[in-house]
């Protein structure tokens, strides 16, 4: 009996690593192994498809770092950011709000408006293109109409950058709304009506039970938004302005590509692959190590 009784506890105990076996072994196959064959390829230098590998140490850092640049880049990409972070996040709050009101036919808006993130990076771009388009573009047309205004969206820096923006946030806006909308489902319904009974006000209300009780969703979509803005956001440059005008919209993760597959030079694209991946954790770090402390989970 004490055999069989410790034969099942076993057997119980082996069944979780087996089902963990085929995500181990994709994670190790598509994240891990390429991640450990980037940081081995940035310590050489590479002559393009691989003919010849010299060992330099830590001269692609170095030279990273040298190069002004860079730094702009690790600047812009700063920028680019935080604003599509704050703005989208603010954005996505309101709609969440607007959207989670008792209507007639409000889950065919909800649909509406998750729509945007079904969608792949590639056409979201192709999209905002044929909007912003000087000639048939709608968004011109309607500035045209109202202010008799022509802006050149793709071919100005500053437009550019942020067409860039816009088109991220309008992408990845589905994605925060359906949490955002979930977490709001979740207060309680007496929470305020009690705070309506004491006399709080709508924006009351929202400053001070709405925006403490959903900081735990808001602490997730900061860390998603984050990896969004920085990864994720390539398919989009690639398609509205591959990294221009004047690099204006020319992001780390953009300037990764072209280094690898338009100037040829392995070494130092993954130099800035191990300098991104640091930097986006160091950031994660700091956002749960600060940001934790404004979280409230009751």
Do not use: C
Not at 40 to 67: D, E, H, M, V
Not at 84 to 95: H, K, W
Not at 106 to 115: A, L, N, T
């Amino acid at each position: 009996m004490e055999v069989l009784e410790e034969q099942n506890y076993r057997s119980k105990k082996v069944i979780p690593y087996l089902l963990l076996t085929p995500t181990m072994l994709i994670l190790i196959l598509f994240l891990y192994w390429p991640s450990l064959q980037s940081i081995y390829l940035s310590f050489y230098q590479q002559a393009p498809f691989g003919r010849k590998k010299i060992f330099i140490g830590l001269n692609n850092y170095f030279s990273l770092f040298q190069n002004s640049n860079y730094l702009i880049s690790i600047f812009r990409s700063t920028i680019f950011t935080l604003i599509t972070i704050v703005l989208g996040l603010f954005l996505a709050l309101i709609l969440a709000i607007l959207l989670n009101q008792d209507l007639k036919g409000i889950k065919f808006y909800r649909v509406i408006f998750f729509i945007p993130y079904a969608i792949s990076a590639t056409v979201a771009g192709s999209l905002w293109v044929f909007i912003l388009n000087p000639v048939a573009g709608q968004v011109n047309y309607l500035l045209d109409l109202l202010f008799n205004l022509q802006i050149a969206w793709l071919t100005n820096s500053f437009f550019a950058f942020l067409a860039v923006i816009m088109a991220t946030i309008w992408k990845n806006i589905g994605f925060n709304i359906i949490f955002f909308l979930a977490g709001l489902q979740s207060i309680p319904e007496s929470i305020y009506e009690s705070a309506r009974i004491d006399g709080a006000n709508s924006l009351t209300i929202f400053r001070h039970i709405t925006v403490p009780l959903l900081s735990p969703t808001t602490f997730y979509l900061v860390i998603m938004n984050i990896i969004f803005s920085v990864f994720e956001s390539f398919g989009i440059i690639d398609i509205m302005t591959q990294g221009g005008p004047a690099n204006s919209t020319n992001i780390l993760i953009y300037k990764l590509y072209r280094e690898m597959f338009i100037n040829f030079r392995p070494g130092s694209a993954a130099a800035q692959t191990v300098v991104l991946l640091i930097l986006v954790i160091i950031v994660t770090i700091l956002h749960f190590k600060y940001g934790n402390n404004k979280v409230h989970y009751q």
